[in-house]
């Protein structure tokens, strides 16, 4: 009897336990963190959402895309992002990257044919066309590219959306950011904010 007794008690305190864990890790704590952000960090806090005109927005329904999320750019005439392993590609449900190894020769391949297609694209031989152009990021939805990949696209660009090279690289200027830190990873360029801003200068450019 007291052997039930006690296993009462341990239960009842076990259960207690359960509960306060579940009140204070599982509902104030994540409560917590979130009120912090939203106040601190509020446009990081929602998503880095990006609307059409390039401005932060905390409305999901006014955004085009996300400034940490690459994705899949259609419009020839814009800069291109990194190649993507994401499902069938820039799949945010599916992130992952081609898990090849350096000597596998289906990445062999790959790189090879890529690198033709850009050289082809960009015209330029094709040992100008840099590393991250040809390879998925380890997750498949790098929104960033290389300096050295914008620099690539910049004449591509520029005489598709009619604007001289100057004024892309202007704007590629622009959107490039150095390292975290100033030592952590290295420089990159936001693709999908750099191309809302060469579409803004080729409408301003066309209705002037």
């Avoid at 306060?20 to 009120?35: D, I, K, N, S």
């Avoid at 596998?104 to 033709?116: T, V």
């Amino acid at each position: 009897m007291k052997d039930l007794v006690a296993l009462g008690r341990y239960s009842l305190a076990g259960l207690r336990m359960l509960v306060l864990a579940t009140v204070v890790l599982g509902l104030a704590y994540p409560l917590l963190v979130t009120g912090i952000a939203q106040v601190a960090f509020p446009w990081r806090a929602d998503g880095s959402l990006v609307t059409a005109t390039g401005a932060h927005t905390d409305q999901a329904g006014d955004a085009v895309g996300s400034a940490l999320i690459g994705q899949l750019v259609t419009d020839p005439g814009l800069f291109q992002p990194r190649p993507s392993a994401a499902g069938d590609g820039y799949d945010p449900l599916a992130t992952a990257g081609s898990n090849l190894g350096p000597e596998s020769p289906d990445l062999e391949k790959a790189i090879e044919q890529r690198r033709a297609e850009i050289a082809e694209r960009e015209g330029v031989p094709a040992s100008e066309v840099p590393a991250d152009a040809v390879t998925a990021s380890a997750s498949g939805l790098d929104p960033d590219i290389s300096p050295a990949y914008a620099a690539l696209q910049v004449p591509r660009v520029a005489k598709a959306q009619g604007l001289s090279e100057d004024a892309v690289r202007q704007l590629v200027a622009r959107f490039t950011s150095g390292r975290s830190w100033g030592t952590l990873g290295e420089a990159h360029v936001n693709v999908l904010r750099l191309n809302i801003a060469v579409r803004q200068a080729a409408q301003a450019r066309s209705s002037s």
